[in-house]
Nanobody
Framework: QVQLEESGGGLVQAGGSLRVSCAAS????????RAWFRQAPGKEREFVAA????????DYADSVKGRFTISRDNVKNTVYLQMNNLKPEDTAVYYC??????????????????WGQGTQVTVSL
């Protein structure tokens, strides 16, 4: 089993920055792809960013490309999402996800077997 715990959410003004973190525990040696998804009220959970095991390959949703950066520290078993130039439409609960499989469709939320409980990010005007 793998447990995921997010931290770092909060309230920020538009144009500001925020970094959210996700620490993994348990069978961390088995974890491969890690990702961030988000869910706004009344909307489906959507893909934000993903990173492979080594950190050498990343993927981003078009809506965040150029503003968000995903990274991971495998020694700390932690993945980060640095969010810059935040917009009100980025307001959502941000969830981290993990997959044990090395080759998955990263943008497909159903490919991830482990999820955190989420952290709220609110961007005000």
């Amino acid at each position: 089993q793998v447990q995921l715990e997010e931290s770092g959410g909060g309230l920020v003004q538009a144009g500001g920055s925020l970094r959210v973190s996700c620490a993994a525990s348990g069978r961390t040696f088995s974890v491969s792809t890690r990702a961030w998804f988000r869910q706004a009220p009344g909307k489906e959970r959507e893909f934000v960013a993903a990173i492979n095991r080594s950190g050498g390959s990343t993927d981003y949703a078009d809506s965040v490309k150029g503003r968000f950066t995903i990274s991971r520290d495998n020694v700390k078993n932690t993945v980060y999402l640095q969010m810059n130039n935040l917009k009100p439409e980025d307001t959502a609960v941000y969830y981290c996800a993990a997959s044990l499989a090395p080759y998955i469709t990263r943008r497909d939320r159903y490919r991830y077997g482990y999820w955190g409980q989420g952290t709220q990010v609110t961007v005000s005007l």
